[in-house]
């Protein structure tokens, strides 16, 4: 079983940036990719990024493109997603997910 857990969220000022990590221990990942999500408030979970075995990132969109960064230094180490430019409608529980293992999620608020 991989054990993920999430953290770096907290109460950004709009304009600013955080970057949240996703720290894995357990099990290797196997061949599963691992996500990044969010689920704002009243809204369902949505996914933002995935990064592969071999450290490649694709976004969802464009647009979260321009803002997020899926990064790591290497497969041992946490996996980091910067947000810039924070919004206020960035706020909500960021999520890491490999295979079916989620973590429980870090809260990001941004004030206008």
């Known amino acids: 079983q991989v054990i993920l857990a999430e953290s770096g969220g907290g109460l950004v000022q709009a304009g600013g940036s955080l970057r949240l990590s996703c720290a894995a221990s357990?099990?290797?990942?196997?061949?599963?990719?691992l996500a990044w999500y969010r689920q704002a408030p009243g809204k369902e979970r949505e996914l933002l990024a995935t990064?592969?075995?071999?450290?490649?990132?694709?976004y969802t969109s464009d647009s979260v493109r321009e803002r997020f960064t899926v990064s790591r230094d290497n497969p041992k180490r946490p996996t980091y997603l910067k947000i810039k430019d924070l919004k206020p409608k960035d706020r909500g529980v960021y999520y890491c997910?490999?295979?079916?293992?989620w973590g429980r999620g870090t809260q990001v608020t941004v004030s206008s």
């Open positions: 997910r490999v295979g079916l293992e």
């Open positions: 357990g099990r290797p990942f196997g061949s599963h990719d």
């Open positions: 990064m592969n075995r071999s450290g490649g990132a694709t």
